[in-house]
């Protein structure tokens, strides 16, 4: 089974300023997804990025950018330029790909790590 | 941009009744789930649905879940008998492929 672990309950980054979260991840699946997705206290869901695992090159997205690391499972999230507007919980989740019929394509969700912005 | 939306946004219900949760997924999509939230948990899992059947579930979705897609655009979970465990945040999201999977604002059920 997947497990997706982030080891940092709560991060706080002085506006901005840059903030790396971290997050790993445990599969046997060579081929996958790799998610970052928002929380804010409205408690909508919100993509802010997504990674396949077979591109080498990182995912970027404005002032959102990962470190993707395939060998060492691990999938860090990098805000920079942060405002206030970040602060958030932030999950990172990750999904197999399947190739046939209908498969899973079930998100598997780390525990969050609470952002806070200081202005 | 086209979202997903669910209603409604907020439910209270007493223990032993049941409840249906909807969502009206994004138009074009073909690939529709649920997932739930106890608060200061993480987000986990229930069931995924294609091709007007379901096509997985997690040891959570047990017999007193159930999900359908009664027309072409809502897509409901019904909780027959709710326990006050089952107090969470539902989501409900849709995907048009295998890829990027688009969430709804959630349901937030209490259980009394």
């Known amino acids: 089974a997947q497990t997706v672990t982030q080891s940092q309950p709560e991060m706080s980054v002085q506006e901005a300023e840059t903030v790396t979260l971290s997050c790993t991840y445990d599969?046997?699946?060579?081929?996958?997804?790799l998610f970052w997705y928002k929380q804010p206290p409205s408690r909508q869901m919100i993509l802010v990025i997504r990674q396949e695992a077979y591109k080498q090159q990182n995912a970027t997205e404005n002032r959102f950018s990962v470190n993707f690391q395939k060998a060492a499972k691990s999938f860090s999230l990098k805000i920079s330029d942060s405002q206030l507007g970040d602060a958030a919980m932030y999950f990172c989740?990750?999904?197999?790909?399947?190739?046939?019929?209908?498969?899973?394509?079930?998100?598997?969700f780390g525990k969050g790590t609470k952002l806070s912005v200081i202005p | 941009e086209p979202e997903v939306t669910q209603t409604p946004s907020h439910q209270v219900t007493q223990m032993g009744q049941e409840v249906i949760l909807r969502c009206v997924p994004i138009s074009n999509h073909l690939y529709f789930y649920w997932y739930r939230q106890i608060l200061g948990q993480k987000v986990e899992f229930l069931v995924s649905?294609?091709?007007?059947?379901?096509?997985?579930k997690s040891e959570i979705f047990d017999d007193q879940f159930s999900v359908e897609r009664p027309d072409g655009s809502n897509f409901t979970l019904k909780i027959r008998s709710t326990k006050l465990e089952d107090s969470a945040m539902y989501f409900c999201?849709?995907?048009?492929?295998?890829?990027?999977?688009?969430f709804g604002p959630g349901t937030r059920l209490t259980v009394t």
């Open positions: 989740a990750y999904r197999r790909i399947a190739y046939s019929g209908a498969g899973s394509y079930q998100l598997t």
């Open positions: 599969t046997s699946e060579s081929d996958y997804y």
């Open positions: 649905f294609y091709n007007n059947e379901i096509s997985e």
């Open positions: 999201a849709s995907s048009w492929d295998r890829g990027k999977q688009y």
